[in-house]
């Protein structure tokens, strides 16, 4: 598992119980230092949080490898250490803990360095960062979970398997989300040890397989003087080939994402095909097919309504519709720095879909994924209207998953954050519907 650049981590800020009362908080620190060091070397943290907490560097305590000590009793070790590797738990005691929200947390870190004169000792790292304390509502009738696509470009760089189901887990969340092709190693055949360690990570964290993103390219073969469009036996083996191994890995829904032959998204011709020859084995693995209504698509559309014409043409109870909430945006994403108005697609400006729409197609939506750009350090979501969204859901009787789709400025481990403040913002909102 990696640890997050920021010597603060965002992962593992929570208030902490004690005899069924919440004595205090704690957060993880990244040792500072080139390498790991002996705990007696630590010299203190002292600890402010806004205007709410102030102690000084020798009132938390430390736990190391699942043992907590007080400062005094680190000084008087013998063998224990801080890894490079393994981030310190910090414990502030606060009776009552702190409130929900995102807090600004300042540290001033000392520790002792032998080769550097005692003149210039303690070395001192002081750092704040705000990071969002996550709700513990209940969340109303939802269920969450998160998406792997969140963690895109973090993934695989800063960022493996563990460290992201890690994070999932950290705000509570219970449902995990994945594309086939982006976190599987060695798609589409992943060795028996890459399983076996996914349902050991599930195991560990407390997470359940909810959707699994799959592709049916067709424009596969389109370049050269060979180019043709996929075939519809082709596309159904493609969506085939991603139903099983979605079963195999404990999926209950698969979203392809079908070649489109129009700005408005409209799929290629073979869909239809494609699946019907599909549902047969999803019935046989009980794994419901779910194409995504994705901007530029609003719900009252041709395409909406040709995916539920299939429905209730063949009465299968394993194809069903994914909403994804990024066709709620009602205001603009901001222009990325040297780009001009005008020069972008036009639904990165919102297409403003009236949450209303959703009791017209409510029968048939069988998974949401909760797109988000942007969510600020008051927890207002900078493009998406939840209260609304969110009330036409449970009105509807949705009470499945609400799975964050972060889609916003791609920095190193801006998505951890930024998904810890989705959910304590939705589930605020949705326990008080």
Not at 84 to 108: F, N
Not at 142 to 155: A, E, H, I, K, P
Not at 237 to 265: E, H, N, T, Y
Request: glycine share 8%.
């Amino acid at each position: 598992m990696l640890l997050e650049r920021d010597l603060i981590q965002s992962v593992g800020f929570r208030n902490v119980r004690e005899g069924g009362e919440v004595t205090g908080f704690q957060f993880r620190l990244r040792m500072p230092s080139y390498r790991g060091m002996a705990a007696s070397l630590i010299d203190g943290v002292a600890v402010r949080v806004g205007d709410l907490v102030d102690v000084p560097a020798d009132v938390p305590r430390w736990t190391f490898s699942g043992r907590t000590y007080s400062l005094q009793e680190l000084w008087d070790s013998d063998g224990v250490r801080w890894p490079l590797e393994e981030a310190a738990i910090v414990t502030v005691p606060h009776p009552g803990g702190l409130p929900e929200g995102t807090h600004e947390v300042s540290i001033q870190l000392r520790l002792r360095m032998s080769y550097i004169p005692e003149e210039h000792q303690p070395s001192t790292y002081e750092v704040s960062r705000h990071i969002t304390l996550t709700s513990s509502e209940d969340g109303g009738p939802f269920q969450y979970g998160v998406s792997l696509y969140s963690f895109m470009t973090d993934y695989g760089t800063v960022m493996d398997l563990e460290t992201a189901l890690a994070a999932v887990a950290d705000v509570g969340a219970t449902g995990i989300e994945i594309l086939g092709e982006g976190h599987i190693e060695r798609y589409p055949e992943p060795t028996t040890e890459w399983i076996d360690r996914w349902f050991a990570l599930l195991e560990k964290y407390s997470l359940e397989p909810t959707n699994y993103g799959s592709w049916i390219d067709t424009r596969l073969h389109s370049s050269g003087v060979n180019a043709r469009d996929l075939t519809a036996a082709e596309g159904a083996a493609m969506l085939q080939r991603d139903l099983r191994l979605a079963k195999r890995l404990g999926f209950r829904f698969v979203r392809p994402k079908i070649g489109v032959v129009s700005s408005d998204l409209v799929p290629h011709p073979i869909w239809t095909e494609s699946v019907e020859r599909s549902l047969d084995l999803a019935a046989e693995l009980d794994v419901v097919i779910c194409p995504e209504i994705h901007s530029p698509t609003p719900i009252k559309h041709e395409v909406v309504d040709d995916y539920i014409g299939l429905i209730q043409r063949t009465g299968t109870k394993h194809f069903g519709l994914l909403l994804d909430t990024g066709i709620f945006q009602d205001r603009p994403i901001p222009l990325k720095p040297g780009e001009l108005p005008g020069r972008r697609p036009a639904f990165l400006d919102g297409i403003a879909v009236d949450p209303a729409d959703i009791a017209g197609i409510a029968e048939y939506v069988v998974f949401i994924q909760a797109k988000f750009h942007d969510i600020d350090e008051n927890l207002v979501d900078q493009q998406i209207p939840w209260e609304p969204v969110l009330r036409a859901l449970k009105d509807a009787g949705y009470t499945g998953y609400l799975s964050s789709e972060y889609e916003g400025e791609r920095v190193p481990w801006r998505s951890i954050e930024q998904v810890r403040r989705q959910h304590s913002l939705l589930r605020s909102i949705a326990s008080r519907l």
